[in-house]
């Protein structure tokens, strides 16, 4: 079956067809990093005129590209939540409006388990269940994938994001806007113990994390050179951030698998992209005889290819939404719509 997904949660409009889940026929993406980058950050009005602006042309792109009608697409997927809301407002508006002038099913997505579900394009052999590491740039979870649509959280992130901790980094060392794939580049040659960061501990839930104090100590520490007169080192300096904020990750999750026997791990979410995190896995699976899966780089971001491999497994699960739906700026990945 044919899926028609969108996806507009931040500041990517994407569109695209995807067969049984696994079979990416078209993936459109038009991403306003360009215009973001002179605030700094999304700017979550702009986000959504541009959405509003482009969605229809994209959808018809990924139509087009993918060979296909209105007449061949089994089910519609939308990213209904977690995101900005009027930028998730604009997917779910336009959907619901196609699918009633076309008389498609309609099935919400949850963006993070669309996040994980990047693996099963990338990995046609990956099937649940699997330990999933979910790390973007509002949400770290350590997440039990038991079925496709079986979800259960074992960890996550009290404070900031592990992508937030980077995007703020990045940008107090005057890296431009994405602050988390501009630290990655500019800390290639950095030593990675030039600066401390503290190893900060969660009371309560031995997966949790805690990302704040890390952010936060960056923030001051760069002030304070700058105070001082100096100019930190942006390659050691980034390079000590990524080294603590993946410590963390590797950390929890080399526990939650261990207690949980899970030997089969995913990686997924913005962050998945970064490349000190994957060579990490890479070394911790190798070292445990665990199997690995990471989204191939395209993959990793925000997309509408994994809405509509999520979107059928939603779909053949029984997921429908009628017209009353709604987009929700947060929302538990272990509940279903
Ligand atoms: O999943 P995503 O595209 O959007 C959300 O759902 O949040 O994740 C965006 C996050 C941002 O924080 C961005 O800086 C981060 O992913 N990111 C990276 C890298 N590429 C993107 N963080 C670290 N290293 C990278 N190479
Ligand atoms: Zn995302």
Not at 38 to 62: F, K
Not at 95 to 109: E, I
Request: proline share 5%; glycine share 8%.
């Amino acid at each position: 079956m044919k899926i028609l997904s969108i996806e507009s949660s931040c500041d990517e409009t994407a569109a695209a067809v995807v067969e049984d889940g696994r079979n990416v026929l078209s993936s459109v993406i038009a991403s306003q990093v360009e215009e973001h980058k002179l605030y700094g950050g999304v700017v979550p009005e702009i986000a959504s005129r541009r959405h509003a602006e482009c969605i229809s042309q994209i959808t018809a792109q990924a139509l087009d590209e993918a060979g296909v009608t209105m007449e061949d697409i089994g089910a519609i997927a939308v990213t209904a939540a977690p995101g900005l809301i009027g930028a998730l407002l604009v997917g779910v508006n336009f959907a619901k409006g196609l699918a009633l002038a076309t008389g498609t099913p309609l099935v919400p997505v949850h963006h993070l388990r669309s996040h994980v579900a990047a693996n099963y394009i990338s990995h046609p052999d990956l099937t649940p269940p699997f330990l999933a590491l979910v790390v973007s740039g509002g949400h770290t979870h350590i997440v039990e994938v038991r079925d496709y649509t079986d979800y259960h959280v074992l960890g996550q992130t009290r404070d900031d994001a592990a992508g937030e901790c980077m995007d703020k980094s990045a940008r107090v060392l005057g890296l431009p806007y994405p602050g988390g794939l501009n630290l990655d580049r500019a800390s290639q040659n950095g030593d990675p113990k030039a600066f401390p960061m503290p190893h900060p501990k969660v009371n309560g839930s031995e997966y949790d994390f805690s990302f704040s104090g890390i952010k936060t100590h960056v923030i001051n520490t760069v002030h304070h050179m700058e105070q001082m007169g100096e100019t930190p080192d942006v390659a050691d300096m980034g390079a000590s951030v990524i080294a603590g904020v993946v410590d963390f990750l590797v950390r929890n999750t080399e526990k939650a698998a261990l207690d949980f026997a899970y030997d089969k791990i995913v990686l997924a979410g913005g962050v998945s992209a970064n490349s000190v995190l994957r060579r990490r896995f890479e070394e911790l699976c190798a070292e445990h005889g665990w199997q690995l899966y990471l989204p191939e780089l395209s993959l990793c971001g925000d997309n509408a290819a994994m809405v509509g491999a999520q979107g059928y497994y939603e779909f053949e699960n029984g997921v429908r939404a009628d017209l009353t739906l709604n987009a929700r700026p947060t929302m538990n990945i272990e509940e279903s719509f």
